[in-house]
């Protein structure tokens, strides 16, 4: 059973804007954290963003002010607004469940044994 299914990704020019989502009607877990990562080719995952069931969220620099996460609680949907987009934010964009670990934990240290990943969506920006 699909746990995570992100969609939204895509090609935009350098200046755009996309959004992300990813379905979580599937996911177990009420506690810990969803996050987005994101792997560019010959580069290693990274997580970019991430929020807690309060709603807190955590942002590395890199994206910080031009990306929004957010939950649809109605829709159990996360998201991910993504404005200003740059040439170096193309990559394969993940979304992600740890059941364990707090936003702030996961975009600092890295996820847990236990983490669900979804399959992926491409975005890729063009200069």
């Known amino acids: 059973e699909v746990q995570l299914a992100e969609s939204g990704g895509g090609s935009v020019e350098s200046g755009g804007s996309l959004r992300l989502s990813c379905s979580t009607s599937?996911?177990?877990?009420?506690?810990?954290?969803l996050a987005w990562f994101r792997q560019a080719p010959g580069k290693e995952r990274e997580g970019i963003a991430a929020?807690?069931?309060?709603?807190?969220?955590t942002y590395v620099d890199a994206v910080k002010g031009r990306f929004t996460i957010s939950r649809d609680k109605a829709k159990k949907t996360l998201l991910l607004q993504m404005n200003s987009l740059k040439p170096e934010d193309t990559a394969m964009y993940y979304c992600?469940?740890?059941?364990?670990?707090?936003?702030?934990?996961?975009?600092?240290?890295?996820?847990?044994?236990?983490?669900?990943w979804g399959q992926g969506t491409q975005v890729t920006v063009s200069s």
């Open positions: 599937n996911y177990p877990h009420r506690s810990g954290s």
């Open positions: 992600v469940g740890d059941g364990a670990r707090s936003g702030a934990y996961v975009i600092e240290y890295g996820l847990g044994p236990l983490a669900v």
């Open positions: 929020i807690d069931y309060d709603d807190s969220a």
